[in-house]
């Protein structure tokens, strides 16, 4: 099936550091999502991404979809101690439901 | 507006119970899905719903049923709990402009079978 390869698995970073991660697959999908997800609860959206290429911005977080429709990445600027968390990419081809990545666990270092 | 609500939120079973994990929306979206979670294995899903009386299979169906008795509802069932099905079960509904996308998810359901 369709798989999303994440990475890093995990970051460790000093406040105020940014962050980068990304996702690439070899299947091609119509819709590019970036989730986190805080302890004890369920993934939440942070961008949504429409359109190969789009960059979008939502405060500190960035993220773009790959030109080739096959990756995706997100930025963090300058991180703070609420960063921490695991984030997801997501993909879809439109006809089937949201894949995940495997995730990748943000620390940050006070 | 609780948008998608798990029950339990807990629950601890014995190898061959049998449960049902409950899901209800009031978000009146079509489609709704039943993830679970694993360490370091992402959101893998068990089975979807695209309407009301509709489930297809998702990546990891066995040991799995569901139902979608109407719009708001869909649960997943255990029939005989085994080890390898403790995890965290996530309802999630698909809220995005395009379907299948942008899933928005319950609280979870954590189970442990011992």
């Known amino acids: 099936g369709q798989q999303l390869n994440q990475s890093p698995q995990s970051m460790f970073i000093q406040e105020g550091e940014d962050v980068s991660m990304n996702c690439t697959s070899s299947s091609i999908f119509n819709t590019w999502l970036w989730y986190k997800q805080d302890p004890g609860e369920g993934p939440v959206l942070l961008i949504a991404?429409?359109?190969?290429?789009e960059l979008t911005s939502n405060g500190r977080l960035t993220a773009q979809f790959g030109i080739t429709r096959k990756d995706s990445f997100l930025n963090i600027s300058a991180s703070i101690p609420s960063d921490v968390g695991i984030y997801f990419c997501?993909?879809?081809?439109?006809?089937?439901?949201?894949?995940f990545g495997k995730g990748t666990r943000l620390s940050v270092i006070a | 507006n609780a948008g998608v609500t798990q029950t339990p939120k807990f629950q601890v079973l014995k190898t061959g119970q049998s449960m049902t994990l409950q899901c209800a929306q009031d978000m009146n979206h079509n489609s709704m899905y039943w993830y679970r979670q694993d360490p370091g294995m992402g959101l893998r899903l068990i089975y979807y719903s695209a309407s009301e009386g509709t489930t297809d299979k998702g990546e990891v169906p066995n040991g799995y049923n569901v139902s979608r008795l109407n719009k708001r509802e869909f649960s997943l069932r255990l029939e005989s709990a085994a080890p390898s099905q403790t995890s965290v079960y996530f309802c999630?509904?698909?809220?995005?402009?395009?379907?299948?996308?942008?899933?928005?998810f319950g609280q979870g359901t954590r189970l442990t079978v011992v």
């Open positions: 999630a509904i698909a809220t995005g402009k395009v379907v299948n996308t942008e899933a928005f």
């Open positions: 991404l429409y359109k190969a290429g």
């Open positions: 997501a993909a879809s081809s439109g006809n089937t439901p949201l894949v």
